[in-house]
């Protein structure tokens, strides 16, 4: 994959809203009840007074307003629904952190998973089907039972940190 150059990632992210010293969280496809958005946005909402965030959502699917709602985070979330490849790309590239949960699975793959590792970003992952086989060091995983927010929580904390970021991105 040709990556953006710095510049554009930072434009990018500029038209986005989203300050210099803010996370951006990305969800991608679509956005359908194996994406475990109640999950995400459970935690988001744990994590607001601790992380500087903004979650970008790319991609049609369930309306998530009411959990958005629910979890006091209308100022965090940025929907740019369907987009063109261009514009994909150019928003896979300007995230920090892939939430790419997936649960339960069909068996699929994730091609958005890919081209993220292949951007070096940082990916968390469920540890179930075809994402479980992926090396442990190159994505987060966490699992799907009663343990998911907590975990996801603690992940996008850890993913927090530059250094961890780096070291996950640079392995996947």
């Known amino acids: 994959f040709q990556g953006a150059s710095h510049d554009a990632v930072l434009l990018s992210r500029k038209q986005l809203g989203v300050e210099n010293d803010e996370l951006l969280l990305g969800c991608f496809g679509f956005i359908g009840p194996t994406k475990r958005m ?18 970008l959502v790319v991609g049609e699917g369930d309306d998530l307003s009411a959990c958005v709602y629910d979890n006091g985070l209308e100022k965090h979330i940025i929907q740019k629904g369907f987009v063109t490849d261009e514009e ?35 990916c968390i992952v469920t540890d179930d089907a075809s994402f479980s086989e992926l090396p442990d060091r190159s994505v987060y995983k966490i699992t799907s039972g009663s343990q ?22 640079k392995a996947g």
């Open 148 to 169: 998911e927010v907590e975990q996801l929580t603690n992940a996008i904390l850890q993913l927090s940190q530059p250094q961890t970021r780096n070291a996950i991105a």
């Open 88 to 122: 994909f790309n150019q928003y896979l590239q300007s995230i920090d952190i892939l939430l790419n949960l997936r649960f339960p699975s069909m068996g699929e793959s994730s091609a958005t998973l890919i081209q993220a590792m292949a951007f070096a970003r940082p």
């Open 38 to 55: 109640p999950s995400v946005l459970k935690a988001l909402g744990l994590l607001k007074q601790q992380v500087r965030f903004k979650l």
